[in-house]
Nanobody
Framework: VQLDETGGGLVQAGGSLRLSCAASGRAGDKYDMGWFRQLPGGEREFVAAISGNGGRTSYLDFVKGRFTISGDNAKNTVYLQMNSLKPDDTAVYYC????????????????????WGQGTQVTVYV
């Protein structure tokens, strides 16, 4: 399964961006999907996740109320709508996916994901 991320870029603080991640799975496959990010000089951290079964979501506290994760199972695509962006959101954002767990719980642990995208840079300037 390959993950194709799009939507990163340069944006002024307070602005918005939408990231997309399309999984090249077979029709009918379901994935639990998530977004992680690696801040400059830092480790990769969880941002948001959505379960393939049930569409349940989970967020990093710092982005709650500003970011929204959503998914389209028919297209095997997940989106991350990022509003009210802050310079601290500057990072490389990675999409991740794993074959959907029947429990329908959003997955927040990096080690539970099988597939990873190449990353897309998001830069927020003042």
């Amino acid at each position: 399964v390959q993950l194709d991320e799009t939507g990163g870029g340069l944006v002024q603080a307070g602005g918005s961006l939408r990231l997309s991640c399309a999984a090249s799975g077979r029709a009918g496959d379901k994935y639990d999907m998530g977004w992680f990010r690696q801040l400059p000089g830092g480790e990769r951290e969880f941002v948001a996740a959505i379960s393939g079964n049930g569409g349940r979501t989970s967020y990093l506290d710092f982005v709650k109320g500003r970011f929204t994760i959503s998914g389209d199972n028919a297209k095997n695509t997940v989106y991350l709508q990022m509003n009210s962006l802050k310079p601290d959101d500057t990072a490389v954002y990675y999409c991740a996916a794993v074959d959907a767990w029947a429990a329908g719980v959003p997955i927040i642990n990096e080690s539970d994901y099988t597939y990873w995208g190449q990353g897309t840079q998001v830069t927020v300037y003042v």
